[in-house]
């Protein structure tokens, strides 16, 4: 495992990689459904039927769909939106990543890189209480659109403010999409998590997308980690 030699910055993206963004989704469809509450509306049994339409047809205008489908008109679906995005989630780290963090936090420069709404993403970050890990939280919706993955400028800000140099950094990531295509330009080591659970579990993608190394747990990349120390 060569590609782990000398690594002195380790950097993550944060859904489904360190936590299992469905937990967020279900957070959110429940804080909703307790909001219904003033439309007359039974919250357990909307909360059970946005779980529904999420499992069967996916995340794409669950409330639409809900209030549709309850006869009502969708005029609430702005504010739902925002009890969804506002809301304090009920959400925790994935054992292996709690784990995994603990072993190598003070060991290594730490840092996050993560695509979303500002204030969605801040509200996991503290639900999950792990800001005082990290040496560096890149949220790119607070530094505008060409900052989303895979914009290399969020890698090279991190590689800037850490003083380090792309050999000596690994991004631990998720989604062949869009997350390892600028580190990989800029010469950073990836590691992709698959854990079997994510939305990304058995999709691959081409060599330009995909990480140098693939890992169902976190605790085999510090295996490695341990082995070229």
């Known amino acids: 495992?060569?590609?782990?030699?000398?690594?002195?910055?380790?950097?993550?993206?944060?859904?489904?990689?360190?936590?299992p963004e469905r937990q967020f989704v279900l957070s959110g469809y429940r804080a909703v459904a307790e909001h219904l509450v003033s439309y007359g509306v039974n919250p357990d049994e909307a909360f059970k039927s946005m779980k529904q339409i999420l499992i069967s047809e996916g995340r794409t205008q669950v409330?639409?769909?809900?209030?549709?489908?309850?006869?009502?008109?969708?005029?609430?679906?702005?504010?739902?939106?925002?009890?969804?995005?506002?809301?304090?989630?009920?959400?925790?780290?994935?054992?292996?990543?709690?784990?995994?963090?603990?072993h190598i936090y003070s060991k290594y420069m730490l840092g996050l890189i993560t695509d979303g709404l500002a204030i969605v993403q801040w509200n996991k970050i503290k639900a999950l209480d792990i800001k005082r890990y990290f040496d560096i939280i890149v949220v790119t919706d607070e530094h505008g659109k060409d900052w989303t993955k895979p914009s290399l400028l969020p890698y090279m800000y991190v590689e800037k403010k850490l003083l380090t140099v792309p050999q000596k950094c690994v991004y631990i990531a998720d989604n062949p999409n869009k997350d390892f295509i600028g580190a990989k330009k800029l010469g950073w080591h990836t590691v992709r998590v698959d854990r079997g659970d994510g939305e990304y579990s058995g999709y691959f993608l081409d060599e330009q997308h995909e990480a140098e190394l693939v890992v169902s747990d976190l605790m085999q990349l510090y295996d490695f980690l341990i082995e070229e120390g």
């Open 63 to 102: 409330f639409d769909k809900y209030l549709q489908r309850k006869g009502m008109d969708t005029s609430p679906v702005s504010e739902m939106l925002e009890v969804y995005r506002n809301h304090k989630p009920h959400i925790a780290l994935y054992d292996d990543a709690k784990r995994f963090i603990e």
């Open 1 to 19: 495992m060569n590609m782990l030699n000398d690594i002195e910055c380790i950097v993550f993206d944060l859904d489904d990689t360190l936590y």
